[in-house]
């Protein structure tokens, strides 16, 4: 099993590193670019800078609760206590993302009509629907969990 956590892991910390590139290099820049060809939209610059860093805060603490869980399942404790809140911290990120976009994606579809753009608007909606969709999926293993854990414990207390 740690082979395939060991693998898990590092993909985790893949996807870490892309999002931190983009933090650090990428948005500043493309913040700043928007603004001075559009600059209509310039003092929207700061609001999406903060909803992206954010955005991105919270996905790195969903990949850290992510890498807990892991680290449980390689210590044996997976039905246990800590894996629940794991996952009950994941579906919060999970929330949080979409809630994030939620609010933007007024802003977003303005821009996108603007600028003819309709792409724009579609990268806010997936993102979103797609946080949806794994805060949904942590709620559900969170309850099965929750399940497992109650019925091991029924079932240690008859022996």
């Given at each position: 099993?740690?082979?395939?956590?060991?693998?898990l892991?590092?993909?985790?910390?893949?996807?870490?590193?892309?999002?931190?590139?983009?933090?650090i290099f990428?948005?500043?820049?493309?913040?700043?670019?928007?603004?001075?060809?559009?600059?209509?939209?310039?003092?929207?610059?700061?609001?999406?800078?903060?909803?992206?860093?954010?955005?991105?805060?919270?996905?790195?603490?969903?990949?850290?609760?992510?890498?807990?869980?892991l680290?449980?399942?390689?210590?044996?404790?997976?039905?246990?206590?800590?894996?629940?809140?794991?996952?009950?911290?994941?579906?919060?990120?999970?929330?949080?993302?979409?809630?994030?976009?939620?609010?933007?994606?007024?802003?977003?579809?303005?821009?996108?009509?603007v600028?003819?753009?309709?792409g724009?608007?579609?990268?806010?909606?997936?993102?979103?629907?797609?946080?949806?969709?794994?805060?949904?999926?942590?709620?559900?293993?969170?309850?099965?969990l929750?399940?497992?854990?109650?019925?091991?414990?029924?079932?240690?207390?008859?022996?």
């Open positions: 099993m740690k082979r395939e956590t060991l693998f892991k590092v993909v985790i910390f893949l996807m870490v590193i892309p999002v931190l590139a983009v933090c990428v948005l500043p820049e493309l913040s700043s670019f928007v603004a001075e060809i559009m600059p209509k939209f310039a003092y929207l610059q700061y609001p999406f800078l903060i909803a992206m860093f954010a955005t991105a805060v919270t996905y790195i603490v969903a990949l850290y609760q992510a890498l807990r869980l680290n449980y399942i390689d210590k044996n404790i997976a039905f246990s206590e800590l894996s629940v809140k794991a996952l009950k911290n994941i579906k919060y990120c999970g929330i949080t993302i979409s809630s994030l976009y939620l609010v933007c994606m007024p802003i977003l579809f303005y821009m996108a009509e600028d003819d753009a309709p724009l608007a579609g990268i806010g909606l997936v993102t979103m629907f797609g946080s949806i969709v794994i805060a949904v999926f942590a709620a559900v293993l969170q309850k099965l929750k399940n497992a854990i109650d019925i091991k414990s029924e079932n240690d207390l008859t022996v």
